[in-house]
């Protein structure tokens, strides 16, 4: 498929694709004329990457990671470095401690929602 129907099919710019290949987190084979053609594994590709990019990770993390993972379910491919492991638990534990701020947050709006209905 070409850039614009990923793009279409992922929600994702055409820029963030050029990025995504520029970076190494995604390959396109090239047409005579030059316009990238995209396999159909590019799609649960980008919508892994967009999911990686949600939860904080930087590109050059995702970079790492996704050789470690099947793009279908997210589930582990080959086994990662002790290295990547270690750094990928460091991230592990900064999303806890962001679900953590995020649910002391909205405990804190949900009393003050409460006492504004109070009489």
């Known amino acids: 498929m070409r850039i614009g129907e990923l793009a279409r099919r992922t929600n994702v710019s055409e820029r963030s694709l050029r ?8 390959t396109a084979e ?5 316009h990238r053609e995209y396999p159909e594994a ?12 949600a939860a904080g990770l930087c590109s050059e993390k ?10 279908t379910d997210g589930g582990p491919s080959v086994r990662a470095t002790p290295n990547l492991v270690a750094e990928l638990s460091t991230e592990r534990a900064r999303i806890d401690r962001m679900i953590a701020d995020l649910v002391r947050s909205r405990d804190t709006l949900d009393e003050v929602i409460e006492a504004a209905r109070l009489p």
């Open 62 to 71: 995702i970079v790492q990671l996704l050789p470690c993972m099947r793009d």
């Open 19 to 26: 990025y995504y290949e520029k970076q190494g987190m995604l």
């Open 30 to 34: 090239r047409t005579p004329g030059g």
């Open 42 to 53: 590019a799609v649960d590709r980008v919508i892994r990457i967009q999911e990686l990019f």
